[in-house]
């Protein structure tokens, strides 16, 4: 079964640009939909941004404009470039490969999520 690993959170202060990575063990376009899920201190899980391996793109609209979700087939990995980013972005931040075509529920592979830290 294909894994996901993300990486690339941190510390960064409001207004600063993160890039995660999330690098798969396998074909990541195996899958329907890869994105980029994230939780909030004290809230539940939401989603953050998702595509497909044609490039249609979903984003949250709260991060549109601002996060841009891209791939690398031949690295099996896909990114999401921060900017511009607040405190109100500060979650840990999960990569799903799923087939489903809803965003609820835990459906697909996830990772073990990468933090992501923003100071005023």
């Known amino acids: 079964q294909v894994q996901v690993v993300e990486s690339g959170g941190g510390l960064v202060q409001a207004g600063e640009s993160l890039r995660l990575s999330c690098a798969a063990s396998g074909s990541i376009f195996s899958f329907n939909y890869v994105g980029w899920y994230r939780q909030r201190p004290g809230k539940r899980r939401e989603f953050v941004a998702r595509m497909t391996e044609g490039g249609k793109r979903w984003y949250q609209d709260s991060v549109k404009g601002r996060f841009t979700i891209s791939s690398d087939s031949m690295k099996n990995t896909v990114y999401l470039q921060m900017n511009s980013l607040t405190t109100e972005d500060t979650a840990t931040y999960y990569c799903?490969?799923?087939?489903?075509?809803?965003?609820?529920?835990?459906?697909?592979?996830w990772g073990q999520g990468t933090q992501v830290t923003v100071s005023a």
């Open positions: 799903n490969a799923r087939n489903a075509h809803s965003t609820f529920g835990d459906s697909g592979v």
